[in-house]
C-alpha cells in the first residue's frame, strides 16, 4: 500500500470548516484513499473513502485531485468533539483484505 | 445493531503468562482483524481472519495467534507474555473486504 504524508497537528476553531490534508504521490490506479479518527483511547472510527471522485456523507467530504496524488478531508462544521486524531490510508482493497497501514495521523485540536 | 465487542476491557497479566482477548463482530460481518496499539509503534496489523481462515498476517512473532469461529467471533491469544506486550489491542470487522471497518473499543492489556 502507498505510503501517506499528513502534518502532525492542526487546529481548527469551532463552527468553522476543517480541511486535514494528505499527500499520497505514490498512489496506484487501484488505491482507495480512506480516512479514520480515533479519539483518545478508543477504537478507530470509519469516516469516509474514495477512489477518484469526490465523495460525501454524513460525516464529511472527500476531495481527491485530479492526479490523485492528494487529497482534503473536509469537516464543514467543526464541534469540539471532534477532537481527535485523523489517519489517511490508501490501500488496495482486492489484496489487503483488510490489513490497513496506519501512520502517525493529524491531531485535530477543535477550539471553542 | 449492536458494534464490535471486545471483552475485557482491561487485564494485567504477569510476564510469562498467557493471555486470550475475544472479540464478536456485528452481526452479518464475516471478517475479523485484530490490531495493536503503543505509544511507541503506532497502530499496527496484527492478523485477518475470514470465514474461519487465517487470510493476512502482520509481522508479529509466532507468540501471538488467533482463530476465528464459525458464529465469527474471534480470539486472540499471546503466550510468554513480555513487558512490551502492553498494548491496547484492537478488533475491527466488516461484512467482506471492501468498505469501511468497524472497531471496537479494545482491551487495555498491561503485563508487569
Known amino acids: 500500500d502507498a505510503k501517506t504524508t499528513q502534518p502532525p497537528s492542526m487546529d481548527c476553531a469551532e463552527g468553522r470548516a476543517a480541511n486535514l490534508p494528505c499527500n499520497h504521490s505514490?498512489?496506484?490506479?487501484?488505491?482507495?484513499v480512506y480516512w479514520y479518527r480515533q479519539i483518545h483511547s478508543q477504537g478507530p472510527q470509519y469516516i469516509i473513502h474514495g477512489l477518484k471522485n469526490n465523495e460525501t456523507n454524513e460525516m464529511a467530504s472527500l476531495i481527491i485531485t485530479e492526479d490523485r496524488k492528494s487529497s482534503t478531508l473536509i469537516l464543514p462544521h467543526a464541534t469540539l468533539r471532534d477532537t481527535a486524531v485523523y489517519y489517511c490510508i490508501v490501500r488496495v482493497e482486492e489484496t489487503s483484505g483488510s490489513r490497513l497501514t496506519f501512520g502517525e495521523g493529524t491531531q485535530l485540536t477543535v477550539n471553542p | 445493531k449492536a458494534g464490535v465487542t471486545q471483552t475485557p476491557r482491561y487485564l494485567i497479566k504477569t510476564r510469562g503468562q498467557q493471555v486470550t482477548l475475544s472479540c464478536s463482530p456485528i452481526s452479518g460481518h464475516r471478517s475479523v482483524s485484530w490490531y495493536q496499539q503503543t505509544p511507541g509503534q503506532g497502530l499496527q496489523f496484527l492478523f485477518e481472519y475470514f470465514s474461519e481462515t487465517q487470510r493476512n498476517k502482520g509481522n508479529f512473532p509466532g507468540r501471538f495467534s488467533g482463530r476465528q469461529f464459525s458464529n465469527s467471533r474471534s480470539e486472540m491469544n499471546v503466550s510468554t507474555l513480555e513487558l512490551g506486550d502492553s498494548a491496547l489491542y484492537l478488533c475491527a470487522s466488516s461484512f467482506g473486504v471492501t468498505g469501511g471497518y468497524t472497531f471496537g473499543s479494545g482491551t487495555r492489556l498491561t503485563v508487569v
Open positions: 505514490t498512489i496506484s490506479g487501484n488505491e482507495y
